[in-house]
């Protein structure tokens, strides 16, 4: 595959993110994140018993064993909304603190997100990711030198729906 078959116009592709919840009828909508994936697969390595002569050989043997769940974060800073109701990056000299209270109130809520497929996402479209559980948020405010900003990352690990065969005996 030719990699310039991949690229896509940035006005065609916006990173957003909207993230539901229908246990709880919860949503999050984030807009223009940076999301970072990671895909790992669960390995044993086991030690070649042996001595240090070069007809023994070396290194290990390597067993799959599974593909682990994708760990997906989320990375954005949230603005406090200047006097026009418009959160970005201004004078404005006050703190997200009902922003920040929302984001903290709706992860919370346990469960699983459905992410939104309908709007060319990237998780779904590059990786089938149609489902995350949120691991942890952190709220890093230390990074950042505005006063009306808060970088907030979010850890979720991919989720999927699995149907089981139970037998009675």
């Known amino acids: 595959m030719d990699v310039r078959e991949g690229l896509v116009d940035e006005e065609e592709f916006k990173n957003d993110l909207l993230l539901v919840n229908q246990d709880n009828n919860t949503e999050i909508y984030l807009r223009n994140v940076k999301i970072d994936v990671v895909k790992e697969n669960n390995i044993v390595k086991t030690i070649i018993a042996g001595n240090r002569d070069k007809s023994c050989a070396k290194g290990r043997i390597k067993e799959y064993i599974q593909a682990e769940d994708y760990k997906v974060k989320v990375s954005f800073t ?4 200047d006097r026009k109701g418009v959160g970005r990056m201004s004078t404005n000299r006050n703190f997200p603190f009902d ?7 709706v992860l919370d809520k346990i469960g699983t997100f459905d992410v939104d497929t309908a709007n060319n996402n990237y998780l779904n479209r590059c990786f089938g990711i149609s489902k995350l559980v949120f691991e ?3 709220f890093n405010q230390s990074s950042m030198k505005y006063k009306n900003a808060m970088p907030i990352s979010i850890d979720f690990l991919s989720d ?5 065969l139970v037998f009675n005996s």
Not at 160 to 164: H, L
């Open 78 to 81: 949230l603005f406090a909304q």
């Open 99 to 105: 922003g920040i209270k929302a984001l903290n109130s």
């Open 136 to 138: 942890k948020c952190d």
């Open 160 to 164: 999927e729906d699995y149907d089981f």
